[in-house]
Protein backbone atom coordinates (compact mmCIF):
# COMPACT_ATOMS: atom_id res chain seq x y z
CA UNK A 1 0.00 0.00 0.00
CA UNK A 2 1.25 3.50 -0.90
CA UNK A 3 1.03 6.26 1.70
CA UNK A 4 -1.29 9.05 0.05
CA UNK A 5 -3.09 12.34 0.06
CA UNK A 6 -5.81 14.43 -1.33
CA UNK A 7 -5.17 17.40 -2.67
CA UNK A 8 -8.83 18.66 -1.57
CA UNK A 9 -6.88 18.78 1.75
CA UNK A 10 -3.67 21.43 0.55
CA UNK A 11 -4.60 24.57 1.40
CA UNK A 12 -2.63 27.89 1.10
CA UNK A 13 0.22 26.49 -1.56
CA UNK A 14 0.02 25.24 -4.81
CA UNK A 15 -0.82 21.28 -4.79
CA UNK A 16 2.38 21.15 -7.16
CA UNK A 17 4.62 22.97 -4.93
CA UNK A 18 3.04 20.73 -1.98
CA UNK A 19 4.41 17.73 -4.28
CA UNK A 20 8.09 17.50 -2.98
CA UNK A 21 6.93 18.48 0.47
CA UNK A 22 4.87 15.43 0.77
CA UNK A 23 7.59 13.48 -1.01
CA UNK A 24 9.76 14.18 2.26
CA UNK A 25 6.98 12.92 4.91
CA UNK A 26 7.04 9.73 2.90
CA UNK A 27 4.12 10.13 0.42
CA UNK A 28 3.96 8.34 -2.88
CA UNK A 29 0.56 8.88 -3.86
CA UNK A 30 -1.83 11.60 -4.32
CA UNK A 31 -5.65 11.88 -5.18
CA UNK A 32 -6.19 14.74 -7.21
CA UNK A 33 -9.37 16.94 -7.45
CA UNK A 34 -9.91 18.61 -10.76
CA UNK A 35 -11.27 22.03 -9.31
CA UNK A 36 -11.32 25.86 -10.84
CA UNK A 37 -7.96 26.25 -9.81
CA UNK A 38 -6.12 22.83 -10.45
CA UNK A 39 -6.70 20.93 -13.77
CA UNK A 40 -10.18 22.34 -14.46
CA UNK A 41 -11.47 20.39 -17.06
CA UNK A 42 -13.12 23.15 -19.17
CA UNK A 43 -9.81 25.58 -18.99
CA UNK A 44 -8.40 26.52 -22.60
CA UNK A 45 -4.91 25.89 -20.65
CA UNK A 46 -5.99 22.00 -19.62
CA UNK A 47 -3.33 20.38 -21.91
CA UNK A 48 -0.41 22.74 -20.83
CA UNK A 49 -1.24 22.54 -17.12
CA UNK A 50 -1.45 18.36 -17.50
CA UNK A 51 1.79 17.74 -19.20
CA UNK A 52 3.32 19.83 -16.35
CA UNK A 53 1.78 17.85 -13.44
CA UNK A 54 2.67 14.78 -15.05
CA UNK A 55 6.16 15.79 -15.58
CA UNK A 56 6.16 16.27 -11.80
CA UNK A 57 4.09 13.60 -10.61
CA UNK A 58 6.52 10.65 -13.09
CA UNK A 59 9.72 12.54 -11.54
CA UNK A 60 8.89 12.09 -8.18
CA UNK A 61 7.78 8.37 -8.75
CA UNK A 62 4.11 9.46 -7.38
CA UNK A 63 1.07 7.02 -8.16
CA UNK A 64 -2.02 9.16 -8.56
CA UNK A 65 -5.95 8.53 -9.11
CA UNK A 66 -8.72 11.32 -10.28
CA UNK A 67 -10.53 12.53 -7.91
CA UNK A 68 -13.97 14.07 -9.24
CA UNK A 69 -15.57 15.33 -5.96
CA UNK A 70 -14.83 19.13 -6.85
CA UNK A 71 -17.97 21.23 -4.54
CA UNK A 72 -18.88 24.03 -6.68
CA UNK A 73 -17.12 23.40 -9.80
CA UNK A 74 -20.44 23.18 -12.06
CA UNK A 75 -22.42 25.24 -10.08
CA UNK A 76 -21.19 28.19 -8.27
CA UNK A 77 -23.96 28.36 -5.93
CA UNK A 78 -25.01 24.25 -4.64
CA UNK A 79 -22.41 22.03 -3.81
CA UNK A 80 -21.68 18.73 -5.68
CA UNK A 81 -24.73 19.61 -8.34
CA UNK A 82 -25.49 18.67 -10.80
CA UNK A 83 -25.31 15.18 -10.15
CA UNK A 84 -26.31 11.60 -11.80
CA UNK A 85 -29.54 11.71 -9.92
CA UNK A 86 -30.62 15.28 -10.33
CA UNK A 87 -33.97 15.85 -11.70
CA UNK A 88 -33.90 17.25 -14.99
CA UNK A 89 -32.11 15.35 -17.91
CA UNK A 90 -29.72 18.55 -19.10
CA UNK A 91 -28.28 18.69 -15.29
CA UNK A 92 -27.60 15.20 -15.25
CA UNK A 93 -25.80 15.25 -18.71
CA UNK A 94 -23.93 18.13 -17.50
CA UNK A 95 -22.24 16.00 -14.48
CA UNK A 96 -22.00 13.35 -17.10
CA UNK A 97 -19.95 15.41 -19.76
CA UNK A 98 -17.75 16.48 -16.61
CA UNK A 99 -17.06 13.06 -15.68
CA UNK A 100 -16.40 12.18 -19.44
CA UNK A 101 -13.84 15.06 -19.29
CA UNK A 102 -12.30 13.74 -16.46
CA UNK A 103 -11.75 10.02 -17.95
CA UNK A 104 -9.78 11.82 -20.75
CA UNK A 105 -7.98 14.24 -18.41
CA UNK A 106 -6.84 10.85 -16.44
CA UNK A 107 -5.65 9.54 -20.24
CA UNK A 108 -3.22 12.25 -20.30
CA UNK A 109 -2.08 12.59 -16.69
CA UNK A 110 -1.57 8.43 -16.52
CA UNK A 111 -3.79 8.10 -13.71
CA UNK A 112 -5.47 4.77 -14.21
CA UNK A 113 -8.18 5.41 -11.72
CA UNK A 114 -11.42 7.76 -11.73
CA UNK A 115 -13.47 7.99 -8.66
CA UNK A 116 -16.89 9.13 -8.87
CA UNK A 117 -20.09 8.97 -6.75
CA UNK A 118 -23.98 9.45 -7.48
CA UNK A 119 -24.90 12.40 -5.82
CA UNK A 120 -27.93 13.28 -3.77
CA UNK A 121 -31.87 12.45 -4.22
CA UNK A 122 -33.21 16.18 -4.15
CA UNK A 123 -36.50 15.59 -5.14
CA UNK A 124 -39.74 13.22 -4.36
CA UNK A 125 -39.04 10.99 -7.10
CA UNK A 126 -39.49 7.21 -6.36
CA UNK A 127 -36.67 4.76 -5.99
CA UNK A 128 -37.09 2.88 -9.41
CA UNK A 129 -37.05 6.69 -11.25
CA UNK A 130 -33.75 7.34 -9.20
CA UNK A 131 -32.15 4.32 -10.38
CA UNK A 132 -32.89 4.65 -13.57
CA UNK A 133 -31.30 8.09 -13.54
CA UNK A 134 -28.10 6.59 -12.38
CA UNK A 135 -27.56 3.82 -14.63
CA UNK A 136 -28.69 5.90 -17.51
CA UNK A 137 -26.59 8.91 -16.80
CA UNK A 138 -23.55 6.39 -16.21
CA UNK A 139 -23.81 4.71 -19.60
CA UNK A 140 -21.80 7.29 -21.48
CA UNK A 141 -19.13 7.32 -18.75
CA UNK A 142 -19.17 3.41 -18.37
CA UNK A 143 -18.40 3.67 -22.64
CA UNK A 144 -15.80 6.02 -22.60
CA UNK A 145 -13.85 4.32 -19.13
CA UNK A 146 -13.75 1.12 -21.25
CA UNK A 147 -12.67 2.48 -24.54
CA UNK A 148 -9.47 4.59 -22.69
CA UNK A 149 -8.87 1.91 -20.29
CA UNK A 150 -9.94 3.94 -17.10
CA UNK A 151 -11.19 2.27 -14.17
CA UNK A 152 -13.77 4.11 -12.23
CA UNK A 153 -13.98 3.34 -8.29
CA UNK A 154 -17.72 3.95 -7.32
CA UNK A 155 -17.47 5.69 -3.83
CA UNK A 156 -20.70 5.41 -1.64
CA UNK A 157 -21.01 8.50 -0.16
CA UNK A 158 -23.28 9.57 3.25
CA UNK A 159 -26.58 11.12 2.29
CA UNK A 160 -26.30 10.50 -1.46
CA UNK A 161 -28.59 7.83 -2.95
CA UNK A 162 -25.47 4.94 -3.42
CA UNK A 163 -24.84 5.47 0.48
CA UNK A 164 -23.22 1.69 1.39
CA UNK A 165 -21.38 -0.93 -0.04
CA UNK A 166 -24.51 -3.22 0.07
CA UNK A 167 -26.38 -0.56 -2.49
CA UNK A 168 -22.66 0.00 -4.54
CA UNK A 169 -23.05 -3.66 -5.14
CA UNK A 170 -26.87 -3.61 -6.33
CA UNK A 171 -25.78 -0.67 -8.94
CA UNK A 172 -22.78 -3.32 -10.16
CA UNK A 173 -25.53 -5.64 -10.72
CA UNK A 174 -28.33 -3.53 -12.28
CA UNK A 175 -25.26 -2.18 -14.83
CA UNK A 176 -24.47 -6.05 -15.50
CA UNK A 177 -21.06 -5.96 -13.45
CA UNK A 178 -19.25 -4.21 -15.81
CA UNK A 179 -15.70 -5.55 -14.83
CA UNK A 180 -13.74 -1.50 -15.41
CA UNK A 181 -16.47 -0.52 -12.38
CA UNK A 182 -15.16 -0.91 -9.30
CA UNK A 183 -14.68 0.65 -5.89
CA UNK A 184 -14.10 3.30 -3.82
CA UNK A 185 -14.00 2.74 -0.59
CA UNK A 186 -13.47 5.70 2.00
CA UNK A 187 -12.69 4.39 5.63
CA UNK A 188 -14.55 6.87 7.64
CA UNK A 189 -17.84 6.13 5.74
CA UNK A 190 -18.03 2.96 6.97
CA UNK A 191 -17.83 4.00 10.40
CA UNK A 192 -20.17 6.50 10.07
CA UNK A 193 -22.67 4.41 8.09
CA UNK A 194 -22.55 1.50 10.69
CA UNK A 195 -21.09 -0.79 8.15
CA UNK A 196 -19.48 -3.59 10.51
CA UNK A 197 -17.22 -5.53 10.99
CA UNK A 198 -15.17 -2.97 8.44
CA UNK A 199 -12.72 -5.36 8.22
CA UNK A 200 -14.40 -8.48 6.79
CA UNK A 201 -16.76 -6.02 4.43
CA UNK A 202 -13.11 -4.96 3.07
CA UNK A 203 -11.99 -8.47 2.40
CA UNK A 204 -14.75 -9.75 0.70
CA UNK A 205 -14.65 -6.94 -1.47
CA UNK A 206 -11.22 -7.10 -2.11
CA UNK A 207 -10.91 -7.86 -5.45
CA UNK A 208 -13.08 -4.57 -6.41
CA UNK A 209 -11.14 -2.09 -4.33
CA UNK A 210 -9.42 0.22 -6.76
CA UNK A 211 -8.77 3.39 -4.32
CA UNK A 212 -8.77 4.08 -1.01
CA UNK A 213 -9.71 7.07 1.40
CA UNK A 214 -9.03 7.49 4.72
CA UNK A 215 -9.92 9.70 7.53
CA UNK A 216 -11.37 9.58 11.13
CA UNK A 217 -15.15 9.69 12.03
CA UNK A 218 -18.11 9.32 14.66
CA UNK A 219 -20.47 6.77 14.10
CA UNK A 220 -23.49 8.26 11.89
CA UNK A 221 -21.43 11.23 11.46
CA UNK A 222 -20.50 12.80 8.27
CA UNK A 223 -17.35 14.95 9.57
CA UNK A 224 -14.54 13.75 8.18
CA UNK A 225 -11.66 14.08 11.48
CA UNK A 226 -8.13 13.79 12.25
CA UNK A 227 -6.86 10.24 12.22
CA UNK A 228 -6.85 8.94 15.86
CA UNK A 229 -9.92 11.45 17.39
CA UNK A 230 -12.95 9.72 16.24
CA UNK A 231 -14.25 5.92 16.76
CA UNK A 232 -12.08 4.23 13.85
CA UNK A 233 -10.12 1.11 15.22
CA UNK A 234 -7.51 1.82 11.98
CA UNK A 235 -4.88 -1.15 12.72
CA UNK A 236 -7.55 -4.55 11.64
CA UNK A 237 -8.63 -2.15 8.62
CA UNK A 238 -4.89 -1.85 7.80
CA UNK A 239 -4.12 -5.17 8.26
CA UNK A 240 -7.12 -6.27 6.40
CA UNK A 241 -6.39 -4.35 3.02
CA UNK A 242 -2.70 -5.88 3.19
CA UNK A 243 -4.12 -9.23 3.95
CA UNK A 244 -6.03 -9.25 0.49
CA UNK A 245 -3.19 -7.78 -1.52
CA UNK A 246 -4.40 -3.57 -2.02
CA UNK A 247 -1.00 -1.96 -3.19
CA UNK A 248 -2.83 1.31 -4.23
CA UNK A 249 -2.99 4.57 -2.00
CA UNK A 250 -4.18 5.52 1.17
CA UNK A 251 -5.19 8.77 0.83
CA UNK A 252 -5.52 10.82 3.64
CA UNK A 253 -8.99 12.86 3.01
CA UNK A 254 -9.45 15.91 5.35
CA UNK A 255 -10.45 19.32 3.38
CA UNK A 256 -11.71 20.63 6.74
CA UNK A 257 -8.08 20.74 8.07
CA UNK A 258 -6.19 22.21 4.74
CA UNK A 259 -5.48 25.11 7.27
CA UNK A 260 -2.77 23.24 8.49
CA UNK A 261 -2.42 20.85 5.91
CA UNK A 262 1.71 19.96 6.65
CA UNK A 263 0.79 19.30 10.13
CA UNK A 264 -2.12 17.35 9.18
CA UNK A 265 0.15 15.37 6.56
CA UNK A 266 3.03 14.38 9.18
CA UNK A 267 0.60 13.55 11.84
CA UNK A 268 -1.21 11.12 9.48
CA UNK A 269 1.63 9.76 7.90
CA UNK A 270 2.96 9.04 11.48
CA UNK A 271 -0.09 7.53 12.86
CA UNK A 272 -0.92 5.31 9.56
CA UNK A 273 2.89 3.88 10.30
CA UNK A 274 1.90 3.65 13.87
CA UNK A 275 -1.11 1.61 13.14
CA UNK A 276 0.77 -0.84 10.97
CA UNK A 277 1.55 0.86 7.21
CA UNK A 278 4.92 -0.55 6.36
Known amino acids: MRLGFSTNGIGDLAPLDALPILADL ?26 RWRKVLEAAGFGRVLETGARHLLDPLQKHEPTLVSPHRTDRDRRTDFLVRVIDLAVELGAPVVSLWSGMARDAADEET ?66 RPAATLLAARAAEIVNVHVDDMLACRHEHLPLGTGDIDFPPLLAALSAVGYTGGLHVELPRQSHRWLETARESANFLRACGLA
Open 26 to 51: GYESLAITPDRHLLDPFSSGLAAETA
Open 130 to 195: LWQRLTNSLGPVLDRAAARGIVLGFEPEPGMFIDTLARQAVLHQRLGRPDHLRLTVDLGHLECMGE
